[in-house]
Nanobody, 122 residues
Framework: VQLVESGGGLVQAGGSLRLSCAAS????????MAWFRQAPGKEREFVAT????????YYADSVKGRFTISRDNAKNTVYLQMNSLKPEDTAVYYC????????????????WGQGTQVTVSS
């Protein structure tokens, strides 16, 4: 599976961005998908995950109520709508997927995109 993220950029605090992740290569609709992020000098951290049906979602406490993960299986795409952005949201955001149930553990995911930079200025 190949994953390609897009939609990152520079935004002021309080602003919004929507990240997209286009998947190709296998049956996208069968897989759990997730977003992780990594800030400079910090470890990669879980952001949000969604199961194959889109009915089961889970978020990190740091983004709950501000970020929304969704998917369109017809378009082989998963999204991350980010609202009320804060400077601490600045990071490279990675899309990832796995053949299985949702999990917050990065090492359980099988496919990773190249990442897209999100920078939030204060």
């Amino acid at each position: 599976v190949q994953l390609v993220e897009s939609g990152g950029g520079l935004v002021q605090a309080g602003g919004s961005l929507r990240l997209s992740c286009a998947a190709s290569g296998r049956t996208f609709g069968d897989y759990a998908m997730a977003w992780f992020r990594q800030a400079p000098g910090k470890e990669r951290e879980f952001v949000a995950t969604i199961d194959w049906s889109g009915e089961h979602l889970y978020y990190a406490d740091s983004v709950k109520g501000r970020f929304t993960i969704s998917r369109d299986n017809a378009k082989n795409t998963v999204y991350l709508q980010m609202n009320s952005l804060k400077p601490e949201d600045t990071a490279v955001y990675y899309c990832t997927g796995r053949d299985g149930v949702i999990t917050t553990l990065g090492d359980r995911y099988e496919w990773w995109g190249q990442g897209t930079q999100v920078t939030v200025s204060s």
